[in-house]
């Protein structure tokens, strides 16, 4: 099954079948990247299966196996970074799993690991804006990011750091809306809740 299927369940509601598909997709990408383990877009893709489940798993309350599906994306991504630092989606998926894993220890009331989760996620994703300034998921995925960074540094009574959050989220909203208004309808709404 292929993990396109478990979003399109997961988007229908149909959480049960959407983790049925992503455990098939996991098993079936796992078995590809051990067959042929110098085809990195094998363990990419496996990584990225594993953040889609994390995410569902999260969502659906299953603290523990979200959390160890993050850790697993988390370690194949840090190793492809370490065989090509160049390449884009590595850096990118492996933000995507410190995002992860920074909603879930927020939601399990872990501010200092949530906490260094951001700021792991949050350098990744500068880095790429930065250097990849045609790219504007890069700049959409940090300024979620930010808003999230500053949401958690709000409930914890870090008035001046959550500004400072709020405020690059804005910013990168408003950069998004202005010169890219057809990449995110949600950075629209998004500016609109947290000006």
């Not at 079948?17 to 078995?31: D, H, N, T």
């Not at 501010?111 to 990744?124: F, Q």
């Not at 709000?154 to 989220?169: F, K, P, R, W």
Request: with cysteine; proline share 3%; glycine share 6%.
């Amino acid at each position: 099954m292929p993990p396109n299927l478990g979003l399109l369940q997961k988007s229908a509601g149909d959480t049960v079948r959407a983790l049925e598909s992503y455990m098939e997709a996991v098993k079936i990408r796992k078995s590809l990247m051990e067959k042929h383990p110098n085809v990195l877009e094998y363990h990419h893709l496996l990584a990225n299966t594993l953040n889609n489940l994390g995410d569902l798993q999260r969502e659906n309350g299953d603290t523990v196996m979200a959390e160890a599906s993050y850790k697993k994306a988390q370690d194949i991504y840090e190793k492809l970074v370490n065989l090509d630092s160049e390449a884009q989606k590595y850096q990118n998926g492996l933000a995507a799993s410190y995002m992860g894993l920074g909603i879930l220890k927020q939601n399990t009331d872990d501010a200092v690991e949530a906490n260094k989760y951001y700021v792991n996620a949050v350098g990744i994703l500068n880095d790429l804006a930065k250097n990849h300034p045609d790219m504007p998921k890069y700049k959409n995925y940090l300024a979620f990011t930010q808003n999230n960074w500053g949401n958690l540094q709000s409930d914890g009574n870090n008035v001046v750091e959550a500004q400072a959050s709020y405020s690059n989220a804005v910013k990168l909203f408003e950069t998004l809306v202005i010169k890219h208004p057809n990449c995110n309808t949600k950075a629209v709404w998004h500016l609109a809740i947290t000006t």
